[in-house]
């Protein structure tokens, strides 16, 4: 059984930067697609940035402003946020999709003010 725990969230001005961490309690292999996904309130969940086949993808609200990268030594998963809207507050979700399985982490609050 693997747990992932998101770290990292906060509350933060409009312009600044927070990173993202994602932490599995143990190596997940056969891992096919890996990415944040983020739900406001009253919103449906959307998917923010994901590395899948190699490739990594994002969103056009965020695209050029976050980054997704992995440590594969520390079973992590980063976001590196930048340049923060306050659209951007919302519950930040990591979530891992394997051959055998799909995890989720309990999720993180990030609050960008004006």
């Known amino acids: 059984q693997v747990q992932l725990v998101e770290s990292g969230g906060g509350l933060v001005q409009a312009g600044g930067s927070l990173r993202l961490s994602c932490a599995a309690s143990?190596?997940?292999?056969?891992?096919?697609?890996m990415g944040w996904y983020r739900q406001a309130p009253g919103k449906q969940r959307e998917l923010v940035a994901s590395?899948?086949?190699?490739?990594?993808n994002y969103a056009d609200s965020v695209k050029g402003r976050f980054t997704i990268s992995k440590d594969n030594a520390k079973n992590t998963m980063y976001l590196q946020m930048n340049s923060l809207k306050p659209e951007d507050t919302a519950v930040y979700y990591c979530?891992?999709?394997?051959?055998?399985?799909?995890?989720w982490g309990q999720g993180t609050q990030v609050t960008v003010s004006s």
């Open positions: 979530n891992v999709g394997s051959n055998w399985a799909d995890y």
């Open positions: 590395i899948t086949s190699g490739s990594t």
């Open positions: 143990r190596t997940i292999f056969g891992i096919n697609t």
